[in-house]
């Protein structure tokens, strides 16, 4: 059984910085590409980044683009998301998804509020 858990959320001000975790089970983690995804309050799911199998092609959307960095490490099945200068439009809940651009499966998530 898939299982992806998420941590690392919480309260920021603008342009502060947190690192979101993701942590996989069940499955082959370094034979995989994993996403992060978001969802703000009354939108729909949004492609944040993505990173292939191996690390060595990354996607991000324009709207972080030069903000977030999303890395791997297969030794602890872990994929993160560090995201600095963060603005309140990033307030969302972050999700993790296993696959190149996938929203499934995914966790439960991990809120992140910005804001002063």
């Known amino acids: 059984e898939v299982q992806l858990v998420e941590s690392g959320g919480g309260v920021v001000q603008p342009g502060g910085s947190l690192r979101l975790s993701c942590a996989a089970s069940?499955?082959?983690?370094?034979?995989?590409?994993m996403t992060w995804v978001r969802q703000a309050p009354d939108k729909g799911l949004e492609w944040i980044s993505a990173i292939t199998s191996n690390g060595g092609r990354t996607y991000y959307a324009e709207s972080v683009k030069g903000r977030f960095t999303i890395s791997r490490d297969s030794a602890k099945n872990t994929v993160y998301l560090q995201m600095n200068s963060l603005r309140s439009e990033d307030t969302a809940v972050y999700y993790c998804?296993?696959?190149?651009?996938?929203?499934?499966?995914r966790g439960q998530g991990t809120q992140v509020t910005v804001s002063s």
């Open positions: 998804a296993k696959g190149w651009l996938s929203t499934k499966p």
């Open positions: 069940g499955f082959t983690f370094e034979n995989f590409a």
